[in-house]
């Protein structure tokens, strides 16, 4: 069964500053993985995601994400936050063989301050 | 272009009233899926269609909940006899079916469905 944990339910960080929001996963088999962000009453945008190959993906907005595999992790970064970045974001995993179906995680919600 | 479609943007029902939500995907895209989101929570996988046939309802979470797209393009969620616990964000998301299956999905703005 696939599975996303974001331990952390809040990040706080000053604008300006590096943000991380962590992410793990569990998956039979090699996954897609992927980072969606949710302003508020509006539907997920998607950032990024990962298929195969190198282990740093590039993504909207200045958004990037590192793959580790031993460590199942795939950590969303940027290296100087924007107060407009504060929203909901969630990280997603789909299995790359056996269908189209995708697990959220529970979500982070960022909070940048100016 | 146009994003996906969902309609109504908010319903309020009466428990044990019958439901029907309603999703417009992005002009060619051939998955389609349906997510509940609760308060607070991610979005929870409910069915995924690819053209008009339904290849995984897993998640529906009791035999209330019904999807049909019967055209391969406009997808409808129905809810029978409403609970209280049905209430949540019930989002659509549409998607390329690209061989690679690693396509991102398309959201629309969700159905904010109330049962009082």
């Known amino acids: 069964a696939q599975s996303v944990a974001q331990p952390e339910d809040q990040v706080n960080v000053a604008e300006g500053n590096p943000l991380t929001v962590k992410c793990t996963y569990s998956?039979?088999?090699?996954?897609?993985l992927f980072w969606y962000v949710q302003y508020p009453n509006r539907g997920l945008q998607f950032l990024l995601k990962y298929i195969t190959g190198d282990n740093l993906v590039k993504g909207s907005y200045g958004f990037e994400a590192e793959f580790n595999k031993s460590q199942t992790s795939f950590h969303l970064k940027k290296p100087s936050a924007l107060v407009s970045d504060s929203a909901l974001y969630f990280c997603a995993v789909r299995k790359n063989t056996g269908g189209f179906k995708t697990i959220f995680g529970a979500g982070t919600r960022l909070f940048v301050k100016a | 272009g146009a994003g996906v479609s969902q309609s109504p943007r908010y319903k309020v029902a009466k428990r044990g009233q019958d439901v029907a939500l309603r999703c417009d995907p992005i002009?060619?895209?051939?998955?389609l899926f349906w997510y509940q989101q609760a308060l607070g929570q991610g979005p929870e996988f409910l069915t995924y269609f690819q053209n008009e046939a339904q290849l995984d309802k897993s998640g529906l979470p009791s035999d209330r909940f019904f999807a049909e797209r019967p055209e391969g393009s406009v997808s409808t969620l129905k809810i029978q006899r409403t609970q209280q616990e049905d209430s949540a964000v019930y989002l659509c998301?549409?998607?390329?079916?690209?061989?690679?299956?690693?396509?991102?999905?398309?959201f629309g703005n969700g159905t904010r469905l109330t049962v009082t």
């Open positions: 002009s060619g895209h051939v998955s």
């Open positions: 998301a549409s998607s390329l079916r690209d061989k690679d299956m690693n396509s991102p999905l398309h």
């Open positions: 998956v039979s088999g090699n996954p897609y």
